[in-house]
């Protein structure tokens, strides 16, 4: 453990509940994308008639980064930068008001072509069997026990990696939890692995080391009965075994600058990938004796993704291209073919969440747009200004409450109606 952490625990009006779930609670937002990892918000029901303006009941400040909150029961968790420290720290979801925290040394030098990005964190932490996990933007991944902030483990996979601070933007990956391992892609470019580490001990369990770090977040899911992690390394989209992390496919995907930043999409039986520049595909995979093979099912040209992951609703794909300065589009996932899209110059980034029949939007110049997925064209039913500054940071919807966190603050709105 480094000597440079400081430990601060302070107790405040949030109850003291044990955070040592079996299972995920309807409102909690524990990780990346939300508690299926799929940008599905749960049970979540609209308001009968959509407010004029959301209601901000607190905003505090935390530090910078694009580091999402995430949520488990009464308390808020986020990973941030202060001078040349990370702090991670959990919040009082009522009021906003400071549990715990705890910060450790971590300078970062940015690439000089992405000194616009900042020096993070980016990577969304998991609140999982009682303990938080955080991945700092320079390659240091921790865990803390998450009702008191005590460390419990901590690696420096800079050290591991020599190359890991040649990703230009810095470790932007969201770590993952199967089966009490805790899975995330670490290292840098042509120097990587995707590890899969003992959650309690934080000792290894197993890697794949075949191609450098990307800044997409994996996934579980189970294609022709194999439970498997899928994800985009720095040259491709992979699946490894969820047991071992035996490489089972490979399918190669290169963009340019090495930013291959889409976490991977389950539509139905397909898989949906993307990347600056290159054709939004969907794939089928299957196994036959032991060997897996891809048939793609389509690929658009026309709508490119570059950050923003799409959400899968009811056998369409609603996401942001990046031409035209920002264009949502929906495709129908059976046939790959465009049902319809935005104007442009919706902006660079937009965090995309499913609420039933609904697509909430939170693009990077802090508005968030409300629209439905089955719609035959783009038209906003709301529209909302959450920020004045930019909000790269995914969203977390607990109920009728968003949680957004922009550049340097975290703020609660509640959708009354």
Not at 72 to 87: A, K
Not at 156 to 174: L, M, N, Q, R, V
Not at 221 to 250: K, P
Not at 326 to 332: N, T
């Amino acid at each position: 453990m480094r000597n440079t952490l400081a430990l601060v625990v302070v107790v405040l009006s949030c109850t003291a509940v044990s955070l040592a779930r079996p299972a995920v609670a309807a409102e909690d937002w524990p990780q990346w994308r939300g508690p299926q990892r799929d940008g599905h918000i749960p049970g979540f029901t609209a308001p009968k008639t959509w407010p004029k303006q959301l209601r901000r009941q607190w905003q505090v400040e935390v530090g910078e980064g694009h580091s999402s909150p995430v949520v488990e029961g009464d308390r808020v968790f986020v990973l941030s930068r202060q001078g040349d420290q990370e702090v991670a720290r959990a919040l009082c979801l009522a009021d906003g008001k400071e549990l715990w925290s705890q910060r450790y040394a971590a300078p970062f030098q940015m690439s000089p072509y992405a000194t616009s990005h900042g020096k993070g964190p980016k990577s969304t932490p998991i609140v999982a069997g009682g303990r938080l996990y955080t991945l700092g933007i320079g390659g240091i991944l921790s865990c803390w026990d998450a009702a008191t902030g005590k460390p419990l483990w901590q690696h420096d996979f800079a050290k591991k990696y020599p190359k890991a601070s040649s990703i230009w933007y810095g470790a932007a990956t969201s770590p993952m939890v199967e089966a009490e391992t805790l899975i995330t892609f670490v290292g840098g470019l042509d120097e990587g692995a995707l590890i899969a580490l003992d959650c309690r001990s934080g000792r290894p369990r197993w890697q794949w080391a075949g191609d450098g770090a990307a800044y997409a977040s994996p996934i579980l899911v189970a294609l022709d009965g194999t439970r498997q992690i899928v994800t985009q390394s720095q040259n491709a989209c992979i699946g490894v075994a969820a047991g071992d992390g035996s490489l089972l496919w490979r399918l190669p995907l290169k963009t340019e600058y090495d930013q291959n930043i889409i976490t991977p999409v389950l539509a139905g039986e397909l898989l949906v990938f993307g990347g600056l520049d290159q054709p939004t595909a969907a794939y089928r995979l299957r196994q036959t004796a032991g060997k897996w093979s891809a048939e793609r099912a389509w690929e658009i040209a026309e709508s490119t993704l570059y950050m923003s992951t799409p959400v899968y609703v009811g056998g369409r794909l609603i996401g942001l291209a990046n031409r035209k300065k920002g264009e949502f589009f929906c495709l129908d996932t059976r046939s790959g073919k465009t049902l319809w899209t935005s104007d442009g110059r919706m902006g660079d980034y937009a965090a995309l969440l499913a609420a039933g029949d609904l697509v909430l939007a939170q693009t990077n110049g802090g508005e968030l747009l409300v629209f439905s997925a089955k719609a035959d064209r783009f038209q906003p039913v709301a529209r909302y200004m959450v920020s004045d500054k930019p909000t790269w940071a995914h969203p977390a919807v607990v109920g009728k409450r968003i949680l957004v966190k922009d550049e340097t603050s975290l703020m609660l709105w509640t959708m009354d109606g």
